[in-house]
Nanobody, 114 residues
Framework: QVQLVESGGGLAQSGGSLRLACKVTGFTISYYNMEWYRQTPGKQRELVARAPPGGGVKQVESFAQGRFTISRDDATNTMYLQMNNLKPDDSSVYYC???????WGQGTQVTVAS
């Protein structure tokens, strides 16, 4: 059974940091692209970052460049999103996504106070 379980969300101050984790069961992430998305009420879900398999070039969307880092630990089947210098506009629900299989996690809420 495939499961993607996010953790690490919460309340942060503007300029602060949070580290999100996505623990995966049911398949081996080492073979696949893995992605982080976010969605705020009334807006479309948007890609935040993508980590290809095999040490490929990671993609971070422009709004997150220089602040967010995506990483993956294939040994523990876990993906991470390190978020630094958080801004109130980063407040959103963050989702882990396996694009090949079409699976999503349940999301973790990130709230950044100004």
């Amino acid at each position: 059974q495939v499961q993607l379980v996010e953790s690490g969300g919460g309340l942060a101050q503007s300029g602060g940091s949070l580290r999100l984790a996505c623990k995966v069961t049911g398949f081996t992430i080492s073979y696949y692209n893995m992605e982080w998305y976010r969605q705020t009420p009334g807006k479309q879900r948007e890609l935040v970052a993508r980590a290809p398999p095999g040490g490929g070039v990671k993609q971070v969307e422009s709004f997150a460049q220089g602040r967010f880092t995506i990483s993956r630990d294939d040994a523990t089947n876990t993906m991470y999103l390190q978020m630094n210098n958080l801004k109130p506009d980063d407040s959103s629900v963050y989702y882990c996504h396996w694009p090949t299989g079409g699976y999503w996690g349940q999301g973790t809420q990130v709230t950044v106070a100004s």
